[in-house]
């Protein structure tokens, strides 16, 4: 029953963000006509034309219905932009902003998770103050200009990495894909880090950790065997909200790195006003984050009995 209200909210929401975003980009100043056309001269009658083909001058109920109806059977339309339907627009970026997301997101658990689990062990001493430091460090750099300071560090200044560019084989891509992957997940480290150990330290005073220690265990096994199972949820919140944010707003990181993925899809669609690509940007973006979240209490009940158990009995 939770399951059926969960889809049928998420439902709800992906035609409110449709109606929404399909609305806002309708009432903008100017038309996807002018895409067509480019720079080339026109006459009223061949914008009277375009607009005909396109249904432009449909009222918005008539042209959303229109939309929505293709949009079920699986037909999100065809670029306006380049001229190709939006699904093989949207798959030929896609690798690229998925490839870079989840090396993000390792990048975050492998640094985050351990750094912020060290730092609760040592509580006030200098290695709780220098992770600490080095959080708050990442966190106050914005991702575009630590960009830039990678770029011209190591791509440009010493030139161990690409300036720009996703390259083409699995072994390339992972190349390129390293300073970007390291702009994205610098700050969200950060914010594991700081979650883990808030975890972790919130623990510390639990009775089953005292009985640990009691027991003679070293302290690596006490916080490692027992903590970090216990103080996994909140980071595996945080964690799947940032693959999220990884997957629908790398806009910057994308930017700064001349990668040609989503991100910079949905620039260069909401400037061109290809009303298709955003719509279908916006609704894959808001899919994401809904079976994201899914995914998350699924996760739940995997690693706390607790949750499995409520589960149970609910």
Request: a positive charge; one cysteine or more; charged letters at 15%.
């Amino acid at each position: 029953m939770a399951v059926v209200k969960r889809l049928c909210a998420a439902v709800l929401l992906l035609g409110i963000l449709s109606v929404l975003t399909y609305g806002l980009l309708a009432a903008a100043p100017g038309g996807p006509e002018q895409v067509l056309l480019g720079g080339r001269p026109s006459t009223p009658e061949t914008r009277a034309a375009i607009r005909v083909q396109y249904h432009l001058d449909d009222p918005f109920p008539v042209r959303y219905a229109r939309w929505l109806g293709d949009a079920l059977r699986g037909d999100f339309g065809t670029s306006i932009s380049s001229r190709e339907p939006v699904t093989t627009v949207i798959a030929d970026r896609l690798p690229v902003t998925a490839g870079l997301a989840g090396y993000a997101l390792v990048l975050t658990v492998v640094v985050g998770v351990p750094a912020g689990l060290a730092a609760a062990m040592r509580r006030g001493g200098r290695l709780d103050q220098g992770i600490t430091l080095a959080s708050l460090v990442a966190l106050s750099i914005p991702s575009f200009a630590l960009s830039i300071l990678l770029l011209y560090g190591f791509a440009v200044a010493l030139g161990w990495f690409p300036v720009f560019g996703a390259g083409d084989t699995p072994m390339d891509r992972l190349v390129h894909l390293t300073l970007p992957a390291i702009a994205l997940a610098a700050a969200q480290a950060a914010i594991v880090v700081r979650q883990m150990r808030a975890a972790a330290l919130d623990l510390a005073a639990q009775d089953f950790l005292t009985f640990a220690r009691a027991r003679g265990l070293p302290r690596w096994r006490v916080w490692v065997s027992y903590a970090l199972r216990n103080a996994a949820l909140p980071v595996l919140t945080v964690g799947g909200l940032l693959l999220a944010a990884n997957l629908t707003g790398s806009v910057f990181v994308e930017q700064a790195f001349g990668l040609h993925g989503l991100g910079a899809l949905l620039i260069s669609a909401v400037g061109e006003k290809d009303i298709p690509v955003v719509q279908a940007l916006v609704l894959f973006g808001g899919a994401i984050v809904i079976l994201v979240n899914l995914l998350i209490d699924l996760a739940y009940v995997a690693v706390d009995p607790r949750v499995r158990h409520k589960a149970a009995t609910a």
